[in-house]
């Protein structure tokens, strides 16, 4: 398999084609101009365009199954090279706004939600991802691939703000090398100019590398996976809690370089019977104490085969309730694409029912 253009830098790129002036023009083809081929970047001399289609490949995704949910969502299931397949999901969070003659006077919000990993390792007894184990990491330029190309698909011009958030499939910090090269690539000047504010790291708690991600100083945001206030149920939820428990998580949270402007998320899939008592809202507010953090809601997605349920609206609203009275700024998630199934891995699932009964 040939080694993806996307996985560079522009620095690295310069020691890699030479004269190093033309990395830049490359970027600029790649990036702003988005051609979908090498033989397309005009001002390249026809030497360099061969060699480069000898060594790289320029978008290693292709869209597999795309599916357009009412609300303005598009959830986007892309094959790899290897014929694997991962989601990515391009979230409409706010409409554009128009004057009365129908001139543009705010453009529309968009956020997406990208993967990192072919299948987890992390195995969440809740999450769907989970059930099909582990099979790579993604390489930077795959990561990269998923918003170069639905930024494409959705004629999103090149320069126009969105927000990345790393919670589609995978446990991001367990591919922390790929993630931070992707983060720096996209962060680039000469290509999407993706600030680190509008990247955030959604994490399961791997407390050493979130430590990690840290020391790294791209200006991330991260968001927890908390879902539980005890231990018990914490091992229950998400196996690896025994090597990484809950204090050390905030403790790592605590130690993270953050705006001092922002929050802190931390989110908290809520499941019936299991979290959505007021007991566990008041030791929420208790383990956040003396952190700045904001804490997102989200309604426990059922599947077939699942042990778990979803909460009534009520005991959402109560619990969200609990916390703003005492102090804590909450949100509950709007389930975004929900009649395209909401939680990730769902989509991947669908393709897999549909394929069997092909067979
Ligand atoms: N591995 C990272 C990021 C990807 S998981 C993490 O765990 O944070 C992305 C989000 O999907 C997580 O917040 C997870 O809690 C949520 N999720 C997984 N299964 C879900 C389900 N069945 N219903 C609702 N949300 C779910
Ligand atoms: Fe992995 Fe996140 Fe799913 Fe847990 S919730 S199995 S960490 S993708």
Same mark, same amino acid.
């Given at each position: 398999?040939?080694?993806? *253009?996307?996985?560079?830098?522009?620095?690295?790129?310069?020691?890699?084609?030479?004269?190093?002036?033309?990395?830049?023009?490359?970027?600029? %083809?790649?990036?702003?101009?988005?051609?979908?081929?090498?033989?397309?970047?005009?001002?390249?001399?026809?030497?360099?365009?061969?060699?480069?289609?000898?060594?790289?490949?320029?978008? =290693?995704? $292709?869209?597999?199954?795309?599916? @357009?949910? +009412?609300?303005?969502? *598009?959830?986007?299931? !892309?094959?790899?090279?290897?014929?694997?397949?991962?989601?990515?999901? %391009?979230?409409?969070?706010?409409?554009?706004?128009?004057?009365?003659?129908?001139?543009?006077?705010?453009?529309?919000?968009?956020?997406?939600?990208?993967?990192?990993?072919?299948?987890?390792?992390?195995?969440?007894?809740?999450?769907?991802?989970? $059930?099909?184990?582990?099979?790579?990491?993604?390489?930077?330029?795959? #990561?990269?691939? &998923?918003?170069?190309?639905?930024?494409?698909?959705?004629?999103? =011009? !090149?320069?126009?703000?969105?927000?990345?958030?790393?919670?589609?499939?995978?446990?991001?910090?367990?591919?922390?090398?790929?993630?931070? &090269?992707?983060?720096?690539?996209? $962060?680039?000047?000469?290509?999407?100019?993706?600030?680190?504010?509008?990247?955030?790291?959604?994490?399961?708690?791997?407390?050493?590398?979130?430590?990690?991600?840290?020391?790294?100083?791209?200006?991330?945001?991260?968001?927890? +996976?908390?879902?539980?206030? /005890?231990?018990?149920?914490?091992?229950?939820?998400?196996?690896?809690?025994?090597?990484?428990?809950?204090?050390?998580?905030?403790?790592?949270?605590?130690?993270?370089? *953050?705006?001092?402007?922002?929050?802190?998320?931390?989110?908290? @899939?809520? #499941?019936?019977?299991?979290? /959505?008592?007021?007991? +566990?809202?008041?030791?929420?507010?208790?383990?956040?104490?003396?952190?700045?953090?904001?804490?997102?809601?989200?309604?426990?997605? =059922?599947?077939?085969?699942?042990?778990?349920?979803?909460?009534?609206?009520?005991?959402?609203?109560?619990?969200?309730?609990?916390?703003?009275?005492?102090?804590?700024?909450?949100?509950?998630?709007?389930?975004?694409? *929900? /009649? #395209? +199934?909401?939680?990730?891995?769902?989509?991947?699932?669908?393709?897999?029912?549909?394929?069997?009964?092909?067979?």
């Amino acid at each position: 398999m040939k080694d993806c *253009i996307l996985n560079y830098t522009l620095e690295e790129l310069k020691n890699e084609v030479k004269p190093s002036f033309r990395a830049k023009q490359i970027y600029n %083809w790649v990036y702003v101009k988005q051609v979908d081929t090498f033989d397309q970047m005009k001002n390249l001399p026809k030497d360099l365009k061969e060699s480069l289609n000898e060594r790289f490949s320029l978008n =290693p995704l $292709k869209i597999a199954n795309k599916e @357009l949910s +009412s609300d303005g969502t *598009i959830k986007y299931l !892309f094959e790899l090279e290897d014929g694997k397949t991962v989601e990515t999901v %391009w979230l409409l969070m706010k409409k554009e706004e128009k004057d009365l003659e129908g001139n543009i006077t705010k453009e529309a919000k968009y956020t997406v939600c990208v993967s990192t990993q072919v299948g987890c390792k992390v195995g969440c007894s809740f999450c769907l991802t989970a $059930k099909g184990g582990f099979t790579r990491d993604l390489s930077a330029g795959e #990561i990269v691939a &998923q918003i170069l190309s639905v930024k494409k698909d959705n004629n999103h =011009p !090149f320069n126009r703000a969105l927000n990345i958030v790393y919670m589609g499939m995978g446990e991001p910090l367990d591919n922390l090398d790929n993630l931070t &090269q992707a983060i720096k690539v996209f $962060k680039e000047d000469d290509g999407l100019s993706i600030g680190g504010k509008r990247q955030t790291v959604s994490t399961s708690g791997l407390s050493s590398k979130i430590d990690k991600l840290g020391e790294l100083d791209l200006g991330v945001h991260i968001a927890i +996976s908390l879902h539980a206030v /005890d231990d018990e149920l914490r091992n229950e939820l998400i196996p690896m809690n025994k090597a990484f428990n809950i204090q050390s998580i905030i403790d790592a949270v605590k130690r993270y370089p *953050i705006d001092t402007r922002k929050r802190v998320m931390f989110e908290y @899939l809520v #499941i019936k019977g299991k979290n /959505d008592d007021i007991a +566990s809202a008041k030791k929420l507010v208790k383990l956040l104490h003396g952190i700045k953090a904001k804490v997102n809601l989200i309604y426990f997605n =059922p599947y077939p085969g699942t042990p778990y349920d979803r909460p009534s609206k009520r005991s959402m609203l109560e619990f969200q309730e609990y916390l703003v009275k005492h102090g804590l700024l909450c949100t509950i998630r709007d389930s975004k694409g *929900i /009649d #395209i +199934s909401a939680a990730c891995g769902q989509l991947k699932e669908k393709e897999l029912e549909k394929e069997l009964e092909k067979a």
